[in-house]
């Protein structure tokens, strides 16, 4: 076994359609309840609008529709993640709405396996690795490049 | 590095650019002894601190220009334009020398500039000895101004001196300006009924100390000879105000109306000097003289102190209060609401108040963040002079309005455009020397930058009497360039605005043209990055014109807040025309979007539809009129709520895209509404028009 093995990471791991995702915890900020988004017109379709949170304007990102997912009518487990990410060597916050939290989990960096391209019904391009974890795969994803202001651009 | 060594940087970068800014003056004014005497000051104060925060490097460099300034304020070396280059060049050295890393190649530089310095202060020492002397025996008094000499004057106008306007209280101010002064009035009034309310009866004893000629205080009274008596004595062959126990003593006998003898305040001066035994000290001339220099440095930091109307803080405290304001502003707009919905009869004047001071909170604490072009206008007169001694033209920079304020973080984002725009006039605008008087124009080119406010924007014009730029050889490089078809027919302002097209701007083109096009379009975008625009306006061997227009400050705006079904939106106040009713009717069914309002038609859009808003428009609709440089179009919206106080914040990188919003606000009720950037808005309609 490689030195590594004995370093762990926390991750959240939240959920989109019927697949875990996770997430290092330093990048998340704050978890909030779905509160009503104020619209941009003309912007796109992932880019839901802003929201104001303490006095910040802040733009809010539709998860799902960023990684090619159906969107769906939002239930009361919707959740705004408010995530911090390296964009044009500036850090900023960006919230983005993912279908349900669920829990804080270590990780031995040792067990993360390369991401998988095969077979997803999703956007894979924001996969940075695999966590195998209670005998399922959890997806670990690279939120800087999935929330950052060049990919929004691209997509349209 | 320690607070201490932040501190000193910070003053010291301001000492550095009065030292610049006092040294461009000097260029102008090359005698004016105040200027060289600033400089001095500047260098001193450099030196001294560098010393002391361990910058030994600044220290002793600083010190070598002081000697050469120190001869230049004796009057050995003369002010010339070399002395200044070498001193201007300094004056960028001083900075790298503050900056943390002193590299091989700044001590290289260092050790140049150093020889170069004093080389000066040696040889034109000895060049200017033979002038000198001749100069000392011209004037003998050249030499005196070092030292001070206190002066008894008596003062005693005659009865008529108000008669023709003089007033004397302001002779006095006047010679208050010369040095230290202690002054005793005295008045002789009749009786009442003798009493001639024109009349004079008033006299003054002055006791001055000063550095000035004894020539400079008769001049004060020059135009009051004839109508008054006046005495000046000299009591004390050096400045009475280094010795507080006298000056306490002479002032115990002043006043009671009565004129103090300059007898008696000789005999006191006298007593004074021989009971604390002084008369050794005053002996020693070099002493006498750095006495002297010390009073007159307690003298100048006196006259400084007074006129010293501002304070320096941190900018991060200046944000942070805007911050606050910002936040005290949302907070009052939930309290207006809260009132108006309960109506709380009580409440509502208290409401109202709290309305009015906040906007005049809000308004006081923008001022503090503005700050005034002034700033710029040094590094520009330096920029302009460095560029045409390289193209060996001769031009001046010539200001007006530099007092005009503008916002901190404007004045930041505006300096690359302008020094562009200079850069631009400097290289492509003003032809050579040679060309100039071809044209019969003045040999001396002269760029001007004019700043004014208008309405709730600022407009910075930036022009010259230069060659100006032919439209027909812009009109051949866009269509060389496939930029527009050759048979269009563009209207003059259509062809300048090509100019603005990021494809126009090649090196290539330009040298030839009229060189105008080089990254203006890099210009036009920085500047409505701000919420600006550009303005160019041509006449060929006349000269051209470049207006900036900015808005005064970015965070806080008055607007208009609309709705759309269950939306809101604000309209900057400072673009609103007119509101017009309009129904529903008259706006679905407008043929091509042209709208009859007030017996005017109007194009217009409507905004329900256009940002696709839920719900249906009301059957009375409003129609806001925007105006944008001469355009005026019509917004059809569903209604007008009001005015509002707008606390603008970005809307973040990811919507950069979309161009009609520059930001957005938080409503008292925590609700989100987007501010509308209206000059977008009509740009977008513009272009759409031109399509069909």
Redesign the interface.
Known sequence: MIQETNQTNSYLTFRLANQTFATNVNKVMNILEMI?I??????PAQ?KG???LR?????V?DARIRMGMQSEEYSKNTCILVMKIN??F?E?L?GTIVDAVHEVIEVNQGIIMPPQTVGAKYKTKFTQGIIPFKEKFIMLLDIDSMLS?QQ??IAE | MDTFQRKFLEEATDLINTLEQSLLSLELDPNNSSIIDEIFRVMHSLKGGGGMFGFEKLSEFTHHLETVYDLVRKHKVAVNRELLDITLTSVDHLRNLLSTEVTPAILATNDILTQRIIKFSIEDHHQNTSILSHLELLDPEQDIPESFVTYNIRFEPHANIMHNGTNPLLLLDELSHLGLTLVNYMEHLPALENLEYQNNYSSWQIVLATNKPRESILDVFIFVEDDAHIVVEEIFPNSIFQFPDLVNKISENLGNNQLLETEKIKLLVAEYVKANAISQSLNSVQEVAEDASVVKQKLSSFSKESVISSIRVSSDKIDQLMNLV??LV?TQASLSLYVDKHNLHGLTQISENIENITRMLRDTAFTISLIPLEHLITRFKRLVRDLSNEFGKDISLITEGAETELDKTLIQSITEPMMHLLRNSIDHGIETVHERIAKGKPAQGKIYIKAFYSGSYVHIQVSDDGRGINPDFIKKRATEKGLIQSDVNLSQKEIYDLLFLPGFSTADVVTDVSGRGVGMDVVKRKIEEIRGSVDLHSDIDVGTTLTLKLPITLSIIDGLLVNLGS?QYIIPLSVVDKIYAATNNEIQNSFNNIITLDGKQFPFYNLHD????DGESPKKQEVVVVKFDEQKIGLAVDYVVGEIQAVL??????????E??S??T?LGN?????VLDTSKVISEYTVMQMIE
């Open positions: 009503p104020t619209r941009v017109p003309k912007a880019l802003v929201i104001n006095g910040m304007v802040l733009p990102i964009s044009d500036d900023i960006v202001v929004q651009m | 910002s936040e949302t939306e256009e940002f696709e808003s914040k970005p809307l973040g990188k990811h919507f950069r895209k979309q009609f919003f930001g957005a938080i925590g609700q989100i509404a987007l």
